[in-house]
């Protein structure tokens, strides 16, 4: 597939998103630059293509696909190929990434190799998956790391330290609860419960209550703005139907109408970090009240998450700086200095 000099890439895989941080384009440590400088410099897409059904012909990638949603014909899809560091459809995941990389790879090009992100809980099987069809695509060097570790590392946390390190991970398909320390995830936990199904949940909501169909885009746009895990008086005015009919219908939204699925949020996640500190030693478990829990991805941004996990654990919470591109920068920083990392990670060749 390419044709050029030597060339390095980092890819943070989301389900949702996709990453990708050519090497080249970066003289500096990540560290040394601004998150703004960082970003101009991440090609960032939407991990879904728009298709026709019966030949699979292209229409459109990323967020022009996405933009399609809800507006296409009967004879037209949209793919996300991604979930959960799994390949659902592998041909439209060939055809997306292609695309993805015919932008980043613009010349003669030998020896690609690639640092990939993955979730904490990919299997094995899912791994070598992954790393086969990157292969497939013509990559001479596949590595992976999990996408906890490389936002730990992004955030310039010394991660081969003995010292343990709690990080709460949040995307798109789920989270990933982990304890960091000497280089690797010695405790980890997760759930499915993501941005996906928030959406999900805040359509069917809605759908039951108020007897008001939303589209998949009004519902982001209520999780972002006014979806909220702490008392709010945030609300938005939204344009759909009427669920039995096709009748337009406006609607204020209010933070507390959504009050049943950020108390269905607050379970589950209350849950989830019980299930791990249940497992931790008393060592880690001091580290951590030391060091408190670290929130990473873009979910991380949830409206009163800070304040309800505090008020959850006995622990200091702390959002971290641009939390959707520190995997990018992570795996970008391992790719650097992969001699510097190799001795205290394991990653996948």
């Known amino acids: ?55 699979h012909k292209l229409l459109a990638i990323g967020k022009e696909a996405l933009e399609m949603q809800g507006r296409l014909d009967s004879f037209a ?33 030998l020896n690609p190799s690639v640092m990939l992100t993955t979730t904490a809980s990919a299997t094995t099987l899912d791994r070598k998956i992954l790393s086969q069809f990157f292969y497939e695509l013509g990559f001479t060097r596949v590595n992976l790391i999990a996408a906890p570790l490389a936002a730990a590392i992004g955030a310039g946390i010394p991660v081969a330290d003995a010292s343990g390190t709690l990080f709460l991970q949040m995307g798109s398909s789920g989270s990933q609860f982990s304890a960091i320390a000497l280089g690797s995830l010695l405790f980890n936990e997760n759930s499915d419960f993501g941005g996906d199904r928030l959406n999900t949940e805040i359509i069917e909501h809605l759908s039951k209550t108020e007897n008001f169909a939303i589209s998949l885009e009004s519902a982001e746009i209520l999780k972002k703005e006014v979806f909220s895990l702490v008392p709010s008086q945030k609300s938005k005015t939204i344009t759909g139907k009427t669920t039995n009919g096709s009748n337009p219908l406006e609607l204020k939204i209010k933070a507390s109408d959504l009050e049943p699925i950020a108390d269905l949020f607050k379970l589950e996640y209350e849950s989830l970090i019980n299930a791990l500190l249940s497992k931790l030693p008393p060592d880690l478990v001091a580290d951590a009240l030391q060091k408190g829990l670290l929130l990473s991805g873009g979910l991380a941004k949830i409206n009163g998450l800070e304040d309800f996990l505090s008020s959850k654990i006995s622990l200091p919470v702390a959002l971290l700086d641009e939390p959707d591109l520190l995997a990018s920068m992570g795996a970008v920083a391992m790719l650097k200095n992969i001699d510097l990392f190799s001795g205290s990670l394991s990653l996948d060749a």
């Open 1 to 55: 597939m390419f044709k050029s000099l030597s060339k390095k890439i980092a890819i943070d895989l989301g389900s949702s998103k996709i990453r990708i941080v050519a090497l080249d384009e970066l003289k500096n440590e990540v560290w040394e630059l601004s998150p703004v400088d960082f970003k101009a410099k991440v090609l960032e897409e939407d991990a879904c293509l728009a298709r026709r059904k019966d030949n």
């Open 77 to 109: 899809e949209i793919v996300f190929p991604f979930y959960q560091s799994r390949i659902l459809d592998r041909e439209a995941a060939a055809t997306l990434m292609k695309e993805l990389l015919k932008k980043v790879f613009k010349g003669l090009v």
